[in-house]
């Protein structure tokens, strides 16, 4: 391992940042969801999570591990009241809006009794588990031997405009041409890392893939997606201000030359059972 992706899986992992700056509260969070409303094809998320756990009857016991502002939880309990549910992080203040039962607690430390439950979600946080092996391991161990695991992550040629952009952006606040790379939340659990991971306790695996493209005609989404990044402003190597202002004015001169600017998104959900 380089010193360059040790320091980098440092900082996605880190428990202390991640519960007291990145997902203290639901802001950044909630500016990197709100990109997709602008992108064609439009995935309902929540809505494909549902279906899946159409097979889950009764009183089915779904737990929502790394469950951040409860955007998935929410609509669970819209579309299936019959379903016990259970929001689980490890950051005390995102959990404040979502409703109860919510707990406090690590992906590689469950507090739930072996084969105690139906279904468990882990949507967009494995990546940030030092020891996703282990984390994956306990999902295996809750769920119930003819339960499923619902993961998901994004690809590692996901928004490549948007490193693009920021790369642009600090070279020119460096005056190096091309800036270092911008941090990669999703890099240790890839759409194409994954089934690796996964395969080690699940025999069967479905990845649905969600591609698109978000449009917009103002920078302002695409730079609120990009300031969502502020939690991990030291490991840029670059005044992070500075890098966002000017990828501001990048973005307002190529809309105002080309009408719009596009970022090809690619993530993906991964079904696993036994």
Sequence with gaps: MTELSAAHDAAVTDRVRLAGSAYSSDRDL?????????????????????????????????????????????????DRPDLDL?????????????????????????????????????????????????????????????????????????????????????????GTGRGPAR????ARFTLEKAPSFLREEFGRLETIGLPGIVTVHDPEPVIAHMASYRAWADQHDVPFDATIERARTILVDHIAQHGAFEVTCLGGILVCRR
């Design 183 to 186: 941090i990669s939340l999703s």
């Design 30 to 78: 909630a500016a990197r969801q709100s990109l997709y409303q602008w992108q064609t094809p439009r995935y309902d998320l929540p809505g494909i999570v549902a279906e899946q756990l159409g097979g889950v009857r009764g009183r089915g016991r779904v737990v929502d591990v790394g469950c951040g502002n409860g955007k998935f939880i929410q609509r669970l309990r819209q």
């Design 86 to 174: 259970l929001g689980l992080d490890i950051a005390p203040g995102i959990l404040a809006s979502v409703s109860a039962p919510v707990a406090v607690a690590d992906v590689t430390r469950l507090p739930l009794a072996t084969g105690s439950i139906d279904a468990a979600l882990a949507l967009h946080m494995l990546y940030h588990v030092p020891d996703i092996p282990q984390a994956v391991k306990e999902l295996s161990r809750v769920v119930s031997h003819d339960g499923l695991v619902i993961a998901s992550t994004n690809s590692e040629r996901d928004k490549a405009e948007l490193g693009d952009l920021w790369q642009r952006a600090a070279g020119d606040v460096l």
